[in-house]
């Protein structure tokens, strides 16, 4: 193949690298989901132009939004049948980059948030509408593009109808894949791992196969048990798969293929080659700033935890980082 096409394949996956383990720093892991059937009137505008305290807002033109979903799927993308109570999204985030600052901003939404959701019918429309966990509408279509696009109207939705240029899902099952071709993630460990069930050794110690996944994502029995802590891990991750993986990019072509091959089934977007090459060409230099979530409160329903959004700090949110004033 060309130079070319192999460079915008390394910045595909530059890209999808990113998306995922900003995902996986949010990300939780729960199959439960609660939804309700409910009525929703008419579809949210394209765009909202609102006031708040005497101030008039509008949509942000200097941005570009990617939402970024983690599927709770341990192999390849396939076609669901509808509600198989499978294909919930374990991680929703929406990345922001602002071109008049040189900056990404991301905001997470917690999988368990009460929001309204839709989906689609056959023939494209939405005629069904429901409100429960956010994680469930990924799960309310085919696994493919219906479930993304279920997933970008309840997102859009509840951020007052902010417009999403792209989405980019992913299988969680890769987690460990792109782990390993990078050649595998040094770390600096301070848990005992021996209560997860894990070999992972205290110090230096180089993360393989599935390990990856037991270091990111693991919380109960494991050192205090609090999410702050696995944090820290995560953060410690971070840092190490992007020395791994700038390493690996300097081999240029080859590697380019060796993570094409090895992702490329764990992938769903609506972004193409050409508009992800330059998109980051745009914002290679940017700086990662902010990473926040909305506040809220968990409340145990019938069966499962709840999530409800503090709906003045959410508004404060997209303001900040969506809307500008007139």
């Known amino acids: 193949m060309e130079n070319g096409i192999n460079f915008k394949k390394v910045l595909i996956i530059g890209a999808v690298f990113l998306l995922l383990f900003i995902g996986i720093l949010c990300g939780l892991h729960f199959m439960e989901s609660t939804f309700h059937n409910t009525e929703v009137p008419t579809e949210p505008e394209e765009t909202k132009t609102f006031e708040k305290d005497e101030v008039s807002y509008f949509p942000r033109q200097d941005i570009t939004t990617v939402l970024f979903i983690g599927v709770d799927e341990d192999g390849p993308v396939e076609e669901k049948s509808e509600n198989s109570g499978s294909a919930y999204s374990d991680?929703?985030?929406?990345?922001?980059f602002d071109?008049?600052?040189k900056e990404i901003n991301a905001i997470t939404l917690?999988?368990?948030?009460?929001?309204?959701?839709?989906?689609?019918?056959?023939?494209?429309?939405?005629?069904?509408y429901f409100y429960g966990q956010l994680s469930f509408a990924h799960s309310l279509g085919n696994g493919l593009e219906e479930s993304c696009e279920n997933t970008v109207w309840a997102v859009s939705n509840l951020l007052s109808d902010a417009w999403i240029d792209y989405y980019v899902s992913m299988n969680m099952g890769a987690i460990s894949i792109v782990n390993d071709v990078v050649g595998g993630v040094t770390v600096n460990v301070t848990d005992?791992?021996?209560?997860?069930?894990?070999?992972?050794?205290?110090?230096?110690?180089?993360?393989?196969?599935?390990e990856a996944e037991t270091f990111v994502r693991s919380r109960m029995n494991l050192g205090d048990g609090l999410n702050i802590s696995r944090m820290e891990r995560q953060k410690e991750y971070i840092k190490g798969f992007t020395e791994a993986l700038r390493a690996k990019l300097?081999?240029?072509?080859?590697?380019?293929?060796?993570?094409?091959?090895?992702?490329?089934?764990?992938?769903?977007?609506?972004?193409?080659?050409?508009?992800?090459?330059?998109?980051?060409?745009?914002?290679k230099d940017y700086e990662l700033n902010d990473i926040v979530s909305p506040?809220?409160?968990?409340?145990?329903?019938?069966?499962?935890?709840?999530?409800?959004?503090?709906?003045?700090?959410?508004?404060?949110?997209?303001?900040?980082y969506l809307y500008a004033p007139k």
């Open 250 to 283: 300097e081999g240029g072509d080859i590697f380019a293929m060796e993570v094409y091959e090895a992702v490329s089934d764990y992938v769903i977007t609506d972004c193409s080659a050409d508009s992800l090459a330059s998109m980051l060409e745009r914002y």
């Open 99 to 101: 071109e008049t600052n």
């Open 110 to 128: 917690n999988r368990d948030s009460m929001v309204d959701m839709t989906a689609l019918d056959e023939n494209g429309k939405r005629n069904r």
């Open 295 to 320: 506040k809220g409160e968990n409340v145990l329903g019938e069966k499962f935890y709840e999530f409800y959004i503090d709906e003045e700090d959410l508004e404060s949110l997209v303001l900040k």
């Open 91 to 96: 991680v929703v985030i929406l990345l922001i």
């Open 192 to 210: 005992d791992f021996s209560e997860v069930g894990s070999s992972i050794q205290k110090g230096e110690y180089t993360l393989l196969g599935d």
